[in-house]
């Protein structure tokens, strides 16, 4: 039997929660966490969302092989496993195991058949969830912790492999969630981040039978002694709910903070793209979230180079990001995925149109970055200090804007809330002057 295991996680933070999850899982089944190069048995937790993902998965098997000619069991799980599972068990017959997100509860299982010498293949999506079957949260004391309350996209945007890959939409039940929750802080956590492919679809009954959306769940949350940060990502503009813009304003623990994918300015890309909003109507949903916390963060992701995109629906991206000044962003070029169908549309653009775009874009964007953490500079307030610095004696934390913010001060320890003064700002950084400590 296997001793040691890796989890390589490629993807977004519903991937990484993923691999925790099944990390998880094989220390349930007593193995030990190891290093890539000498784990009996490495998972590859893979991500679809955009080209060169599935190139990245075979090349890294190919690198698994040792000096002495020897391997580690190979499992692929994640979102390539789920839409290319039979392809790979295929081409690259190193893989022992392929387990698709929705069915990696059935990794011990699927591992002792490969050890029989066959090779296991799971990507069925069970109408019954993985989260019933998978162990009680670890208590790795860690500052901050990911947590799905919703899983699955029934949006359809014509661009994305995601609905495909995750399923429909599934919400996560109200005991589950508070009780991992709990478990979660037990172990250390001070800041939780809901996590979903469109977590404010999230809807469940409470304890009482009481329908409630995300900001019910979050007020929930809030209450949770030791529970000081709440933070969720990521949003669909049209399922942003009267309730949840209001809990910006009045729930303390949830940070100000949201990150809105918007994609594009243009509405005719926005229909081509089948977002169901229009930048308009997008606009005026910043407007909203501001009036009740002003100084809200804003985050964004677009793509550039969307099938049909003029220079015309381009500079209409360009305008709406002008006009909403992210605090930050991503940007990406339009990928072509198979099976979607903006892959089969006409009008393609062509790569150099695409750099070039994106290029003024991220220029934008990064002033934009630049702009809103100069801004911070001379605000106090609490950071959650979450790793090492680059030098001896830093830390850094998070603002509540999701800023990095490096301290340096003698008693400052991994997990403390920090009180600090935002002195100077870099492009992706703060630095911060210690004001007090949290009373321990
Ligand atoms: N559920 C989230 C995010 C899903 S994927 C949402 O709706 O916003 C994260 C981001 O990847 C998307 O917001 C989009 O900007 C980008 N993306 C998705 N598919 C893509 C593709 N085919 N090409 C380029 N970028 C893509
Ligand atoms: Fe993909 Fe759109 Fe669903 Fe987001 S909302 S996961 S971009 S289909
Ligand atoms: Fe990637 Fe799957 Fe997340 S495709 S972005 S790992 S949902």
Redesign the pocket.
Known sequence: MTKTYHVKSFG?QMNVYDGERMAELMEAQGMTASDKADADLVILNTCH???RAAEKVYSEIGRLRREDGSKPMIAVAGCVAQAEGAEIAKRAPSVDVVVGPQAYHRLPELLREAQGGAKALDTDMPAISKFGALPKRGTQPRPTAFLTVQEG?D?F?T????PYTRGAEISRPWGALIDEAKALVDGGAKEITLLG??VNAWEAEDDKGRQQGLDGLIRALADIPGLARIRYT???PNDMSEGLIAAHGEVPELMPFLHL?V?SGSDRILKAMNRSHTSASYLKLLDRVRAVRPDIALSG???VGFPGETEEDFEATLELVRATRYAQA????????PG?P?ADMDDQIAPEVMDERLQRLQAQLNQDQQAFNAASVGRRCEILLERKGRHPGQLIGKSPWLQSVVVSHPDAAIGDLMTVDLKEAGPNSLAGEAVMREAA
Do not use: G, L, M
């Open positions: 977004c969302i955009r080209e996209c949006k945007c661009y994305c492999v995601v492919q469109n990521t949003s669909h994918p994609q992701d677009f793509i991503f940007s990406f070029k339009y990928s072509p995925r979607t903006a």
